[in-house]
């Protein structure tokens, strides 16, 4: 007896992964990875503190919050338009690579860039051609993260994500997600001010 396949039809958005949610007063509500949950309830808890001071808090007053951090998602970064569209990119790694596609739940490379950058305010056109003439030219050697990197001749794009590594929608069954960056790869590298 062979195999059975099963087929189905239409498309199915992403399965999110768990998720804590901070909340900013004033900002929003973020939902960071789970790995986050202690350090999301104790900056939580400590806002709570500050704005409904209970025990002794005094009203105005910051909680002592040394030692919170999230690291690689709200660390001590500035919070540029670069560095809020590569957090943004971060949250889809493990997305599905799709020809065409610009999010949410599926991207193509440009598409993912142009998503990204959104989130952060800034419209950049739709293709990698397109996207190789946006913003300022920038040395291999100088990329900062956000930067976008083109690569293939013109015809790939990802954002630069540090320490090396490219976050990029790569090609079909390939889902979102950082490689390595050679200089030799690069064909130009753009800050977007």
């Not at 990802?158 to 079909?172: F, H, R, S």
Request: net charge negative; with cysteine.
């Amino acid at each position: 007896m062979g195999a059975m396949a099963a087929t189905t039809t239409g498309a199915f958005p992403a399965i999110t992964a768990q998720a804590a949610t901070l909340d900013i007063p004033g900002i929003g509500n973020f939902d960071v990875p789970d790995d986050f949950a202690p350090q999301v309830q104790q900056f939580n808890q400590a806002v709570k503190q500050f704005e409904n001071p209970q025990g002794g808090a005094q009203l105005g007053v910051a909680p002592d919050t040394s030692g919170f951090s999230l690291p690689g998602i709200f660390g001590q970064k500035q919070n540029t338009a670069a560095t809020v569209a590569l957090e943004a990119a971060q949250t889809k790694v493990g997305a599905q690579y799709s020809w065409g596609a610009s999010g949410p739940y599926s991207f193509d490379c440009s598409g993912l860039v142009q998503w990204a950058y959104k989130q952060a305010g800034i419209d950049l056109p739709r293709t990698s051609f397109e996207q190789s003439n946006v913003g300022a030219p920038v040395a291999f050697q100088d990329l900062q993260p956000g930067d976008i990197v083109i690569t293939n001749g013109g015809g790939h794009v990802g954002m630069y994500a540090g320490d090396g590594k490219l976050l990029n929608a790569v090609q079909t069954g390939t889902p979102v997600s950082y490689t390595n960056l050679r200089a030799d790869q690069v064909v130009t590298a753009r800050r977007i001010v």
